[in-house]
């Protein structure tokens, strides 16, 4: 089932924006407030690794100073070494604190992320694509991650900066000022070149998603594509998606190398400025050299904090662009955000399903239209119609995978829309049409949906009323085994246990959207009997692609255009409604006689 768009959720979610607030985006900021003690440490780690560094210079004075005194050099050469080691010390445990931080807020936004996409509508993962979404997720945290730890580095390279740009400002505010010219100018070139950074990397970001979701949407077709023999042809064109994200990341590239070059070639001039002004000064006698040479270590560590700020800001920018994409699928709507459940209690007598003049539109183009459809508590009904007459819709609106443009859907005497989703939920089995399974192993792929901690007996119990105790049995793990991987069952016994998974479920509705491809006749009798067992008592809905299905059904529903042009039993349609016996015509079926029914 899927739906490019829910307007009428879009519409309801609106709606109900006053009432329920919308989830709260992900911001780097405030999720690092969250790690207050550990910043704390950072911050206390930075500024040892700093003084240790700041350090050098003053008792590099000392050691010129006091040249030719043996003890007193030795001395302060020892203090030299102590402050490099703890600077060094300080500054390991300073980063590895900066990746403790830096992975949890990636865990907390992936987890997010993560359980929000599999929150919202269906229609609005299919629109986004599960290989955007997987990118967000890898490429997108791993860019935010990179912004955290260097983004946290930044008031270690403030303080590094401050405390420079103070003790060559005690020693000399003349040779500060020039200095502090040239990079000046140096840095207001690079904010230019930081805007332009920000409008690639969000090309070049939004590019990789759509990269990742067509590479994975060539692999969910990798059969048709190999038996098409069209991998080099679907190859070139993945190739093409690659080789303009490489063009972006060139763009990104070019602009990223002139960073560090304009940012040294600043320190240059300034180192040039510096040696002639300040080299007059000492042949003057205005300044000493021991002084002059501490100013010139000050100045060449100036350019390691500017130039870690300017990198980081690189990586910054680059975040703060994942960022919005993380916050792109955390504004998705959520499913049930727009629950005002009721408290009219479900009704025995209710029909299983009801459809009161429903409309549904997928982007604006009807799939349904006026639909009023009632589905008896028990039995078996089948949803026939042409390609394309809604059929799917229909099942998508019980599930509430989507909600009416107009009009009630009704389950067990409930409107969906008046139902907590949980609860509406919990009343059906949906068995979609490729019976899809996880991939997980048979236990949970059996249990998904019905209450977990079931004894083994009791389900291979469930398994052989499908006829796939004794393959289960025989897999490498039993119930234990992963499918999907190494290990996996046929297509029909994967089938079959997707059926198994309604009869363990035990709920009083169940749909069933039928293979449109044929199956064997073991595995088309298998599936017609099972469904006939679970119909005993319980209604199943069945969109219909068979004949024989159709024949076994006790009431039908026939759909043409979006409409409900028909319901009743075969024999009344066979004489009441035109659409009806066309379609079996269309099948070479010999039509029947009447009874009961309406037709519309
Ligand atoms: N996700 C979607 N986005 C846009 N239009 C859609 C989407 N899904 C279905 N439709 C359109 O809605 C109409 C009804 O589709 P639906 O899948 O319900 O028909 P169906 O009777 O189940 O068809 P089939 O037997 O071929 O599976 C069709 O015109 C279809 O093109």
């Known amino acids: 089932m899927s739906d ?3 307007p009428a959720t879009e519409k309801r979610a609106s709606d109900a924006a006053d009432a329920v607030p919308p989830p709260a985006g992900f911001d780097v900021v405030s999720e690092l407030l969250s790690y207050r003690g550990r910043i704390a440490s950072v911050v206390v780690l930075a500024l040892l690794s700093t003084g240790g560094t700041l350090a050098l210079p003053i008792l590099m004075a000392q050691v010129i100073d006091d040249f030719g005194q043996g003890p007193a050099v030795a001395a302060w050469v020892a203090a030299m070494v102590a ?18 931080v830096g992975n949890a807020v990636i865990l907390g936004a992936r987890e997010r992320v993560m359980r929000h996409s599999l929150g919202t509508w269906v229609g609005r993962i299919k629109q986004i694509g599960s290989g955007d979404l997987a990118a967000r997720l890898t490429s997108d945290s791993a860019r935010i991650k990179a912004a955290v ?51 690639i990397y969000t090309a070049v970001q939004g590019d990789i998603g759509t990269m990742s979701e067509r590479f994975v949407a060539a692999l969910d077709a990798v059969t048709v594509i190999k038996a098409g023999r069209a991998e080099k042809r679907i190859g070139d064109e993945l190739a093409r998606v690659a080789e303009h994200v490489r063009g972006l990341e060139l763009k990104a590239a070019r602009l990223e190398s002139l960073v560090v070059p304009t940012i040294t070639f600043g320190q240059q001039v300034a180192l040039v400025v510096v040696i002639i002004a300040g080299g007059v000064r000492v042949l003057e006698g205005q300044l000493d050299m021991a002084t002059f040479a501490a100013f010139l270590l ?16 690189t990586t910054i920018q680059a975040g703060l662009v994942a960022q919005q994409r993380f916050n792109g699928v ?107 399974l996880l991939s997980d192993t048979v236990r949970k792929n059996l249990l998904l949906g019905a209450a977990s901690g079931r004894a083994d007996d009791e389900l291979y119990a469930v398994l052989s009323e499908v006829g796939l105790a004794e393959a289960v049995r025989d897999l490498p ?4 085994t992963v499918l ?29 959207d039928e293979p449109s491809s044929q199956l064997d006749g073991v595995n088309e009798n298998r599936l017609r009997d099972t469904v006939r067992r679970l119909a005993a008592d ?16 006790d009431h039908i529903v026939v759909l043409d255009e979006g409409r409900v042009v028909g319901q009743g039993s075969h024999d009344h349609l066979a004489v009441t409604s035109a659409a009806y016996t066309a379609l079996l015509e269309g099948q070479g079926a010999a039509v029947g006689t009447s009874t009961t029914g309406t037709e519309e």
Not at 83 to 100: D, P, W
Not at 160 to 170: D, E, F, S, W
Request: aromatic share 4%; no cysteine.
């Open 4 to 6: 490019s768009k829910e």
């Open 83 to 100: 402050a490099a080691l703890i600077g060094a010390v300080a500054n390991a445990l300073a980063t590895y604190q900066l990746q403790v």
């Open 149 to 199: 730890e260097t983004g946290l580095q930044l008031p270690m390279a403030a303080v590094n900066l401050i405390g420079t740009v103070v003790l060559m400002a005690v020693l000399d505010v003349s040779l500060l000022l020039m200095t502090v010219a040239a990079f000046a100018i140096a840095s207001a070139l690079v904010v230019g070149v930081f805007r332009a950074l920000r409008r």
């Open 298 to 313: 000050y100045m060449l560590q100036l350019a390691a904090p500017i130039l870690m700020a300017a990198t980081s800001m």
């Open 330 to 436: 955390l504004s998705l709507p959520l499913e049930g955000d727009d629950d005002r459940p009721g408290t009219r209690p479900e009704s025995d007598d209710a029909p299983a399903v009801r459809f009161e003049g429903v409309d549904y539109a997928y982007d604006g183009r009807p799939a349904l239209s006026g639909a009023d459809i009632d589905v008896p508590r028990r039995g078996l009904t089948a949803v026939v119609g042409r390609s394309g007459a809604g059929k799917s819709t229909v099942l998508g609106l019980i599930e509430r995978f989507m909600v009416p443009t107009t009009g009630t859907v009704s389950v067990l005497g409930r409107a969906t829309t008046a139902t907590d989703l949980s609860d509406l939920r919990r009343r059906i089995t949906y068995v979609d049409q490729s019976f899809t």
């Open 477 to 480: 793990a039993g119930l234990d």
């Open 484 to 512: 999907g991987g190494e290990t996996d069952l046929s297509g029909g016994q994967r089938q079959r246990l997707a059926l198994a998974r309604a009869i363990a479920a035990d709920t009083p509705l169940v749909l069933l």
């Open 538 to 553: 319980r209604a199943v809905v069945v969109v219909a692609h068979r004949l024989s299905t159709v024949r076994e059904a």
